[in-house]
């Protein structure tokens, strides 16, 4: 079967780039305003909603735009925790986007603070040797409109199931950019996404709630030190040394830890802000009181946060993570210099960790015939 030539998606235009582009074809600036306002405040799904434009303007839209760049695929439960969405593109690529509920103490027994894990390419060319996402390689980049788009979705689907306080906030508190592929190696899609999602004409969705996370691209890391979004960064270190680090990353060749740490650094202080330094931990890999001693004097320096993640088990991969009094014992080893540690329990760690295993999976019986798993 032949594909038509896929149109650009419509959440990936600004204010600036629609009104200019209307205006090619006569169209006064206040539409561009009212277009971004059914998509972002009212969130419909199609152009015909949209009933305060003239219809030959929501025809021509409807010629020049995708309004509907993924798909519901699946929405699989994996408890009251986390909750993912396979998203299905216009090419039949698949991505994954995951709902985490968090319980909220003392606000009422319907309220959990809610984080949306968003995914930036399909595949991963880092080649991180652990890596559900990173095991075929990169397939291609998401575009910044098939990235919001993500957002959207999550957006209809919890304002169908919670009637909103003010009908244009988005449901949920907090955003990381932590799903499948390397956010910094698909630098401007992920800019503009995020510029899009923050501005008060998107979805007004505040920057300091959002965390953006990197195997460690250097000269990138210092470019969004520049920029006027004020995002968290996370850097994936998961080795306190370049002897270990390089094993599990490749990406260590390139740029190693004598590098990467002073990058690090002029983030945080460019930006005012504490880093966080993300941890897997893998047994006979990682775990070593050496390496945690190492890690320790990298976040004392820093004065950055550690994140601790028990290695999740990854489908025809030998790694497992060490047993819980080892991670304690790591944990412990940071803790006694005062050093800002967490350590994820078992159904946190399942959230971002995961990510990328259900898209393989499904692409796998997928296109062997079967039907999808549940
Ligand atoms: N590419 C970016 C963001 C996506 S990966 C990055 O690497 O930072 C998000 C996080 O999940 C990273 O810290 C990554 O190392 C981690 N991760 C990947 N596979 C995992 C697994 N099987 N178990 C636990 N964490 C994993
Ligand atoms: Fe890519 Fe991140 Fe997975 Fe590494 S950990 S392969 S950078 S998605």
């Known amino acids: 079967m032949k594909f038509a030539p896929a149109l650009p998606a419509i959440y990936g235009e600004t204010l600036a780039s629609l009104t200019a582009r209307l205006a090619e074809i006569g169209q006064p600036a206040f539409r561009a305003g009212q277009v971004l306002d059914w998509l972002y405040k009212k969130r419909v799904a199609t152009w015909d909603e949209m009933t305060n434009l003239p219809r030959e303007l929501r025809d021509w839209l409807r010629t020049n735009f995708d309004v509907a760049p993924t798909s519901f695929v699946l ?46 390419q399909v595949g991963c060319a880092m080649g991180c040797k652990f890596c559900a996402s990173g095991l075929d390689g990169l397939k291609r980049n998401l575009s910044a409109g098939e990235i919001v788009h ?18 244009e906030l988005a449901s949920f508190d907090n955003i990381v950019v932590m799903g499948m592929g390397e956010p910094l190696h698909n630098y401007e899609a992920i800019i503009r996404a995020l510029t899009i999602v923050n501005a008060d004409w998107g979805l007004g969705f505040g920057a300091r709630r959002i965390t953006l996370s990197t195997s460690g691209l250097v000269p990138r890391i210092l470019e969004l030190a520049d920029e006027p979004l004020g995002l968290r960064l996370a850097i994936s270190l998961h080795g306190a040394t370049d002897e270990v680090r390089e094993q599990i990353m490749p990406v260590n060749k390139k740029y190693p830890l ?85 350590l994820r329990r078992e159904k946190g760690h399942d959230i971002a960790a995961a990510c990328g295993q259900l898209r393989l999976q499904t692409e796998k019986t997928r296109d062997a015939g079967l039907a999808a798993p549940v």
Not at 80 to 103: F, H, N, Q
Not at 150 to 167: F, G, S, Y
Not at 265 to 280: C, D, H, N, P
Request: charged content about 30%; overall charge neutral; aromatic content about 4%.
């Open 75 to 120: 929405d699989r439960q994996s408890g009251d925790e986390t909750d993912k969405l396979l998203l299905e593109l216009g090419d039949r690529s698949l991505i994954e986007t995951v709902i985490i509920r968090a319980p909220m103490l003392g606000v009422g027994v319907n309220r959990s603070r809610k984080t949306i894990c968003i995914s930036t």
């Open 150 to 167: 993500q957002l959207i979705q999550v957006c209809r689907l919890e304002d169908a199931q919670t009637p909103r306080a003010r009908a």
């Open 258 to 342: 004598a590098e990467l740490l002073p990058a690090v650094r002029a983030f945080s202080e460019k930006k005012g802000r504490m880093v966080t330094l993300e941890f897997i931990l893998i047994a006979d890999i990682n775990d070593s009181l050496d390496q945690a001693e190492r890690l320790r004097d990298i976040a004392y320096d820093l004065h950055a946060h550690v994140n601790l993640i028990p290695y999740n088990t990854v489908e025809g991969l030998p790694w497992k993570r060490p047993s819980v009094n080892r991670q304690e014992r790591f944990a412990d080893v940071l803790r006694a210099r005062g050093v800002s540690v967490t």
